[in-house]
């Protein structure tokens, strides 16, 4: 332990001083890095319209109501929404209806003319825009107890950045409405086709309340501006100090760290210098 003690005394101002050299150097070099700010957009799932009921007298009648889009297992339509939102199709979607490669490749992206800078073989491909958005940009966080979600998106622009977020959440609600319709369309056109081959008047009665809950969705994909998430707090651009990156504390702190330990290493080279220097002179005397 006394060693150890005399080792530190010996090569404090080595160590120490690395350490605080490095961590102010990173301190300094983070203020030329470019910010990133997040702005979020706070939204809650919208109420699903019913069915279970039906669906459940459905159970007698060989999986009707699965068939026809009303099945009581399987991902929820904010689950369903939440993952057309991370799709390659979505964001492929947005980024073209918002000038997204002008902001995600500002250098390899001429906005006025709407064409590439750069040789076709350095072009961005789609899944490169894809992880670069679903990996760097775009965030989602639920809170598991009160169901909030929070769609953020981080980019150098703070302004951009609070438009973008609401504009995802309003092109997935667009989306997603025109999905649904579809979908409950298709179970229309599904569900005549049974009704033709239906005998009993019993399964022609639950077809028609199906028939009719799907006029209902479709009717709601009509009228309900938010149909899978109400916003509950619109993004707005966050203050110019209130960046997410680059952390100059955490930075400072890690260059203090690093410093140190080169510090360490260079002190015991020397300290390993010094006793072999010492050990050969011993044997020449």
Excluded: C
């Excluded at 010094?274 to 005397?285: F, G, H, K, L, Y």
């Amino acid at each position: 332990m006394a060693q150890i003690i005399r080792f530190f005394l010996r090569n404090f101002l080595l160590i120490f001083g690395l350490s605080f050299a490095v961590g102010v150097l990173i301190f300094i070099l983070s203020a030329y890095m470019t910010p990133i700010y997040r702005a979020e957009t706070l939204v809650a799932p919208a109420e699903e319209s019913g069915g279970g009921a039906l669906t459940a007298m459905l159970s007698n009648f060989g999986g009707l109501g699965r068939l026809a889009g009303l099945g009581n297992a399987g991902p929820t339509r904010k689950d369903e929404a939440l993952a057309m939102l991370r799709s390659r199709a979505f964001i492929s979607a947005f980024v073209k209806a918002h000038d997204g490669f002008a902001v995600l490749y500002p250098d390899a992206w001429d906005s006025e003319a709407g064409t590439w800078l750069v040789p076709e073989d350095e072009r961005p491909s789609e899944q490169d825009t894809h992880l670069l958005m679903t990996r760097s940009i775009l965030s989602v966080d639920e809170n598991p107890d009160s169901g909030i979600i929070a769609i953020g998106v981080s980019l150098p622009d703070r302004f951009v950045a609070a438009d973008w977020s609401n504009a995802v959440v309003h092109l997935l609600n667009e989306k997603f409405r025109e999905f649904v319709a579809e979908e409950a369309q298709r179970s229309i056109e599904y569900l005549y086709g049974e009704l033709e081959t239906a005998s009993s008047v019993e399964l022609r009665q639950v077809i028609h309340r199906l028939i009719e809950t799907q006029i209902q969705t479709i009717m709601l994909t009509n009228v309900r501006k938010d149909f899978v998430f109400r916003v509950i707090d619109p993004a707005a651009a966050p203050d110019a100090d209130h960046v997410v990156a680059p952390r100059r504390v955490f930075l400072a702190f890690f260059g203090l760290i690093f410093g140190g330990f080169i510090g360490l290493s260079i002190a015991l080279v020397i300290e390993a210098l010094r006793a072999a220097r010492r050990v050969e002179a011993a044997e020449t005397e």
